[in-house]
């Protein structure tokens, strides 16, 4: 089933979410891959404050190329998600509620993502330049020495991603997997 979500949300709209769903979102929506990641957890073991508000926000992995000319960013295709396994709970557990990448996440994310009533999103591999078109705008809030894996804000219209584990821990990994398996055993 496609949804539309529009960001900052909460756990009344996650709850709406299920493992399988195609979702657009629209509105702001931030970049961080590991190096960002673990300065950003950093700042909370000092009881620092983060550069952005992480309360309702989705946090996309993500290391774009240099934008083109008339375009925000350039190619923004999801990065492999195990690497910010480490730092996620704690992030979920400070109000995140979304988190998009790639590829399966450990059982402390997954617990995490149930107790914070959060969201795991899935972009599609290999369609960075396709995704690029949603993104509207494109601006470096934090660690700028990262180069392309700064904390960057995003403006986003209708960002295409799927559910991959839903705030109940239903994951699309191994269901699709299961139902793979089903279907081949009935014939």
Do not use: W
Not at 16 to 38: P, Q
Not at 73 to 94: E, F, N
Not at 163 to 186: A, M, P, R, T
């Amino acid at each position: 089933m496609e949804k539309k979500i529009t960001t900052p949300i909460n756990s009344e709209i996650v709850k709406e979410l299920k493992a399988g769903d195609t979702v657009l979102i629209t509105g702001t929506i931030y970049t961080a891959r590991d190096a960002a990641h673990k300065r950003l957890v950093e700042l909370i073991d000092k009881g620092e404050k983060l550069p952005f508000d992480i309360e309702g926000s989705i946090i996309y992995y993500v290391g774009p190329t240099p934008a083109k000319p008339d375009m925000a960013i350039g190619s923004a295709g999801p990065t492999t998600s195990y690497r910010m396994d480490p730092y996620a709970p704690k992030l979920l557990d400070l109000g995140l509620k979304g988190m998009i990448g790639k590829g399966a996440r450990n059982e402390e994310v997954i617990n995490a993502i149930k107790r914070n009533c959060g969201v795991y999103f899935a972009a599609i591999g290999g369609a960075g330049a396709l995704i690029g078109k949603s993104i509207e705008e494109a601006e470096i809030i934090a660690y700028e020495d990262l180069g392309a894996e700064a904390v960057r804000k995003l403006k986003v219209k209708d960002f295409p991603v799927v559910v991959v584990i839903d705030s109940q821990g239903n994951n699309l990994y191994e269901i699709g997997q299961q139902q793979y398996l089903d279907s081949v055993k009935q014939k």
